[in-house]
């Protein structure tokens, strides 16, 4: 899709550009959107040019391996090779001592670290171990940090998971899908309905503060009622957090599968099904689509998407650091690649962007939206300038539309609003930004800088 990282700046996409009364297929998580070549060296440097809003933080791991590979996944991965696991967990150790070697990461408190995928359970406890004590003897971690790590549920057992929370990991979450074995062969996926209902108990015998599941829904030809028998099972095994994702063949071009998925009618009727039936059994939305009982909610996404967001640092092939000193940067997404550069002292990083001013702005609504409301009174904090003034347009817009209601300085998505939570996301974007799709690892992997940098040109200062 891509042949160069200048493809990836220029890009445009005309189904970017909003009709607000009709919903967008592609999901906001990152922002900025206008990567280019990058010279990482800039992150040594101060940058006063944006205001920073958080010393907190939130750390990622990605491990892009996979001992399965799910049909619709549209992050970055590839096969498993068992081979490399020691010599990849080394490069990213090497990779957080060179971030945690930056002066401005001494000052980072960390809220949640996540180990994300791929699959991040390929690897085994001791390496998950030797990451977490780097992290723990190079940043300031919180104590009540959340600690999460993200499994497959056919490739963990119950004393795996014993030893997961021997080294201090205290969330799990499980990318079960569905527990209807008709839904999970419409994909071709490798999940096992009973197996993954004994390694969620497992997990919940096992003590875990918080075990978390993925549900997908709008399968094939799936009806109400096979989405309600998922949930009812989540419930039973009493899990504490649930995600919940509208199938999406898009990314992936799944066309027989689109063709043979529900209307948008019924994908809305889906979507309003979970709100009342989590809403009911106790359950709050976080996120859209994060829900979770009081105390358990996802740090990480808080984190990353709650205005004002955190700072955050991301290592591994295909990481986006999203956050960090006013920049937004990717790795290589080859794992062969990444290892390669990080063993040769190389910065691994494929592409970023330093903020402008009007970035700084729109992030913090593009990116707050998805946990359903956005401080405007922290906003004028930060930025010294109201909200309201300057996104007086954006505001009467999606109100007309019934997608946000304004209450004691806070913007708040309403439940019609909800559905559209990436229109909405859209509509904060700042021009440079709009027509931007967001960027799938899955069509990363043969990218390569434009320019190579060597790190230790900081590490020696």
Not at 4 to 27: A, H, P, S
Not at 353 to 372: Q, T
């Amino acid at each position: 899709m891509y042949s160069t990282v200048n493809d990836i700046q220029n890009r445009f996409d005309r189904k970017e550009i909003l009709d607000l009364g009709k919903r967008v297929d592609c999901y906001t998580w990152c922002y900025p959107l206008r990567l280019g070549d990058f010279n990482p060296l800039e992150v040594w440097k101060k940058n006063d040019s944006v205001p920073m809003n958080s010393k907190q933080a939130t750390l990622y791991v990605h491990v892009p391996f996979c001992k399965f590979i799910c049909s619709m996944c549209p992050f970055t991965h590839e096969p498993l090779k068992p081979q490399n696991l020691d010599l990849y967990v080394d490069s990213i150790i090497k990779e957080i001592e060179l971030y945690s070697s930056n002066s401005l990461s001494k000052e980072l408190e960390v809220s949640s670290i996540f180990f994300g995928g791929g699959t991040a359970s390929v690897l085994s406890p001791k390496h998950i171990d030797s990451i977490l004590k780097t992290m723990k003897s190079r940043f300031d971690i919180l104590s009540d940090c959340d600690i999460t790590v993200e499994c497959h549920p056919m490739t963990v057992g119950k004393d795996y998971l014993a030893s997961l929370k021997a080294c201090g990991v205290n969330r799990v979450t499980f990318g079960v899908q569905s527990f209807n074995k008709e839904n999970i062969d419409s994909l071709k996926l490798h999940q096992i309905p009973f197996k993954s209902i004994k390694v969620i108990k497992n997990a919940l015998e096992v003590g875990f503060k918080t075990v978390a599941i993925d549900l997908m829904y709008n399968f094939p030809n799936q009806k109400i009622e096979g989405l309600a028998q998922d949930i009812n099972m989540a419930l039973d095994l009493g899990v504490h957090s649930i995600s919940f994702y509208a199938l999406d063949p898009e990314v992936r071009e799944l066309n027989k599968v689109k063709d043979e998925q529900n209307s948008l009618e019924t994908e809305k009727e889906m979507f309003n099904y979970i709100f009342d039936k989590m809403k009911e059994t106790g359950f709050i939305q976080v996120a859209q689509p994060d829900y979770a009982l009081p105390g358990h909610e996802n740090k990480q996404i808080q984190d990353l998407w709650q205005s004002p967001q955190c700072q955050n640092l991301s290592f591994g092939a295909g990481a986006f650091s999203e956050s960090f000193n006013g920049f937004t940067w990717a790795n290589v997404h080859d794992a062969d690649e990444y290892i390669s550069m990080i063993q040769n002292r190389k910065f691994p990083v494929l592409m970023g962007k330093r903020w402008s001013y009007d970035d700084a702005l729109s992030r913090y609504p593009a990116l707050g939206v998805r946990c359903l409301n956005v401080d405007m009174k922290k906003f004028e904090d930060i930025f010294s300038i109201k909200f309201q003034d300057i996104y007086k347009y954006e505001i009467a817009l999606l109100k007309s539309y019934d997608y946000i209601d304004i209450k004691d300085n806070m913007l708040i998505v309403t439940q019609k609003g909800k559905f559209f939570i990436d229109n909405i996301s859209k509509c904060f974007f700042s021009f440079s930004n709009r027509g931007k799709t967001q960027l799938w690892g899955c069509n990363l992997r043969e990218l390569r800088p434009k320019e190579v940098y060597d790190f230790g040109q900081v590490l020696n200062k």
